[in-house]
């Protein structure tokens, strides 16, 4: 199994600063390397690509790029990159120096959308460098996704949270959303725990993206530990639970090998 969406945070603040005015609590989510591959081990969990949490360090990636380092076998490492005119630099930086394996965009500054020029050329130095890019985006921007894929027909891009926002509420608006992207093979959607574990909407809205998108267009990830369901192990099981009913073949395509297709150092390290 591989997760493709944990976050990781130092508890030596001097080493790894937390931003100003952090939106929570950053403390309640420290969560070394070490103790992540403790937990992984205990979960069947065997790799992770460790996300940059931009809540905990903006755009700061140090903590995730060290790591993967330390633990090639286990991390790879995916950088928050800004929507800024110097977003591709950045990212240049973090993929070439320092051995990142995707970008990462947050969710857009008020008035922004997936389309203006800045993501657009983020979005083509990723497809120049042959890194998917993860997008945490609020369901307004998902109707855009299908034109920023027109736009940069290289780029891999991979919705974070499958474009949802928490545990679904409503299936058929996120069923709507979504649909239009179906047929363009270039994007991917993640499967965390918090969109599985919703319920009837998410059984539905699950249902939808195995038919139309396939396993082969799916990863799964926990969210760990921004979202907590008792212990990593548990948030594991949760999510296990939720695609039990998948085939085999099914299960490892969402489980392990899309990811490996999307991040080839996974694949070369296992």
């Known amino acids: 199994m591989i997760d493709t969406h944990v976050h990781l945070a130092s508890g030596d603040l001097d080493a ?9 609590v950053t403390e309640q989510y420290v969560l070394t390397a070490e103790d992540l591959i403790s937990a992984m081990q205990d979960a069947g969990v065997t790799q992770a690509t460790v996300v940059q949490p931009f809540g905990v360090y903006g755009v700061d990636n140090s903590y995730h790029a060290d790591s993967a380092q330390r633990f090639p076998a286990e991390f790879v490492g995916v950088c928050g990159v800004p929507a ?8 240049r930086y973090w993929v070439a120096e320092r051995g990142m394996s995707g970008a990462r965009f947050a969710t857009l500054a008020q008035g922004m959308t997936l389309l203006d020029d800045v993501v657009i050329d983020v979005v ?17 921007h998902v109707r855009d996704v299908a034109a920023l894929a027109s736009r940069v027909p290289a780029a891999r891009l991979v919705l974070d949270h499958a474009g949802i926002s928490g545990a679904p ?3 058929d608006d996120a069923i709507d959303r979504l649909a239009p992207l179906a047929p363009i093979d270039t994007v ?13 909407a998410s059984e539905r809205i699950v249902d939808f993206v195995l038919e139309r998108f396939g396993p082969s ?3 799964w990830g926990t969210n760990y530990p921004l979202t907590e369901c008792g ?4 948030n594991v099981g949760a999510s296990r639970e939720v695609l039990a009913s998948l085939s085999a073949a099914e299960q490892d395509q969402v489980f392990r090998t899309t990811a490996e297709a999307l991040w080839p150092a996974l694949a070369r390290r296992a």
Do not use: I, N, Q
Request: glycine share 8%; with cysteine; aromatic share 6%.
């Open 16 to 24: 790894y600063p937390h931003v100003e005015d952090p939106p929570f």
């Open 84 to 91: 800024t005119p110097e977003g591709p630099d950045l990212l």
């Open 217 to 219: 267009r799916l990863v």
């Open 124 to 140: 083509a130095c990723a497809a120049e460098l042959d890194v998917p890019v993860c997008v945490l985006t609020s369901r307004k």
């Open 188 to 200: 991917h959607l993640k499967l965390t725990t918090p969109m599985l574990t919703g319920g009837d």
């Open 231 to 234: 212990g990593y192990a548990a």
């Open 169 to 171: 509420s409503d299936a």
